[in-house]
C-alpha cells in the first residue's frame, strides 16, 4: 500500500515539475499577477478539479491568464452589450462568465468539464447545459444577442457547422456570431475555415481581431 501510494506521489511530483518547466518560458508575457494565477490554476485548482471531474488535460495549460485571445473575446463581446449570450464549447467557463450581460449560457459536450464549471463559477450567474447546437434549441429564447464559438470549430468541417447555424436559425434570431478562424500559415490543425465566405449568405463580416498570440483571428458576424 506504502509503495503504491509512494509511486503515485512521485509520479504527480514529475508531472507536476514537466509542466512547470515548460510554462517557464512565457513569464515573460505575462504581468506578476497573471503568472501567480496562472500557476495557482494549472498546477493546483485545475489539477484538483481535473483529478475531481476527469474532463480533457489540455484544459489545464489554457488559462483565461495565458492564452490572449480568450481576454480578446470578452472586450469584443462586451462592446456589443448583449443581454443574452450563449457559448458552445464553454469549457470551463472562463470566456462566458466574465461577459456582462443578463442572461449567460454556457454549452459543451463534456460533462465534467460542465461540473467543473459550475463549481468554479457558481456566483457569477452562468447556467451551464450538457450539448452542443441542439441544445440552445431547448433554451427559452427567441433571441440570442452574441453566440460565441471558440477553438473547437477548427476540428468540425465547415459545411457542418454552416448547417447547424442554419437549423439554430429556424428557432431563433442571432444578432452576432463571435468565432475564430486558425490563420493558414499555422499548422496541426484539421481545417483553417472563413466563415465570411461560408456563413455569408446569413452573416455580414464586421470585424477581425488578430490573435496576439499570431495563431488565430476572431471575427464578428453580425444577422442582416
Same mark, same amino acid.
Given at each position: 500500500?506504502q509503495? %503504491?501510494? @509512494?509511486? /503515485?506521489?512521485?509520479?504527480?511530483?514529475?508531472?507536476? +515539475?514537466?509542466?512547470?518547466?515548460? =510554462?517557464?518560458?512565457?513569464?515573460?508575457?505575462?504581468?506578476?499577477?497573471?503568472?501567480?494565477?496562472f500557476?495557482?490554476?494549472?498546477?493546483?485548482l485545475?489539477?484538483?478539479?481535473?483529478?475531481?471531474?476527469?474532463?480533457?488535460?489540455?484544459?489545464?495549460?489554457?488559462?483565461?491568464?495565458l492564452?490572449?485571445?480568450?481576454?480578446?473575446?470578452?472586450?469584443?463581446?462586451?462592446?456589443?452589450?448583449?443581454?443574452?449570450?450563449?457559448?458552445?464549447?464553454?469549457?470551463?467557463?472562463e470566456?462566458?462568465?466574465?461577459?456582462?450581460?443578463?442572461?449567460?449560457?454556457? %454549452?459543451? @459536450?463534456? /460533462?465534467?468539464v460542465?461540473?467543473?464549471?459550475?463549481? +468554479?463559477?457558481?456566483?457569477?450567474? =452562468?447556467?451551464?447545459?450538457?450539448g452542443?447546437?441542439?441544445?440552445?434549441?431547448?433554451?427559452?429564447?427567441?433571441?440570442?444577442?452574441?453566440?460565441?464559438?471558440?477553438?473547437?470549430?477548427?476540428?468540425?468541417?465547415?459545411?457542418r457547422?454552416?448547417?447547424?447555424?442554419?437549423?439554430l436559425?429556424?428557432?431563433?434570431?442571432?444578432?452576432?456570431?463571435v468565432?475564430d478562424?486558425i490563420?493558414?500559415?499555422?499548422?496541426?490543425?484539421?481545417?483553417?475555415?472563413?466563415?465570411?465566405?461560408?456563413?455569408?449568405?446569413?452573416?455580414?463580416e464586421?470585424?477581425k481581431?488578430?490573435?496576439?498570440?499570431?495563431?488565430?483571428?476572431?471575427?464578428?458576424?453580425?444577422?442582416?
Amino acid at each position: 500500500m506504502q509503495t %503504491v501510494f @509512494t509511486i /503515485k506521489a512521485s509520479s504527480y511530483v514529475r508531472d507536476l +515539475l514537466a509542466k512547470l518547466t515548460a =510554462v517557464t518560458r512565457l513569464r515573460s508575457k505575462l504581468g506578476t499577477k497573471d503568472w501567480l494565477l496562472f500557476l495557482f490554476k494549472a498546477l493546483v485548482l485545475y489539477r484538483i478539479l481535473h483529478k475531481i471531474f476527469r474532463f480533457d488535460e489540455w484544459h489545464l495549460l489554457g488559462t483565461y491568464e495565458l492564452r490572449a485571445y480568450k481576454k480578446e473575446v470578452v472586450k469584443i463581446v462586451n462592446q456589443l452589450y448583449p443581454h443574452v449570450v450563449v457559448e458552445i464549447g464553454c469549457g470551463l467557463g472562463e470566456i462566458i462568465s466574465r461577459i456582462e450581460a443578463e442572461q449567460k449560457i454556457g %454549452v459543451d @459536450t463534456d /460533462k465534467g468539464v460542465l461540473r467543473a464549471a459550475r463549481c +468554479l463559477n457558481w456566483r457569477k450567474h =452562468v447556467l451551464f447545459f450538457d450539448g452542443s447546437f441542439d441544445a440552445i434549441k431547448t433554451l427559452p429564447f427567441s433571441r440570442i444577442d452574441s453566440l460565441i464559438m471558440i477553438n473547437w470549430l477548427h476540428t468540425v468541417p465547415e459545411k457542418r457547422i454552416k448547417m447547424e447555424v442554419k437549423r439554430l436559425l429556424q428557432h431563433m434570431k442571432i444578432r452576432y456570431v463571435v468565432v475564430d478562424e486558425i490563420l493558414n500559415e499555422v499548422k496541426g490543425y484539421k481545417y483553417h475555415h472563413t466563415f465570411g465566405t461560408s456563413l455569408g449568405d446569413m452573416f455580414a463580416e464586421r470585424k477581425k481581431v488578430e490573435d496576439p498570440e499570431g495563431i488565430r483571428r476572431l471575427v464578428v458576424l453580425e444577422s442582416y
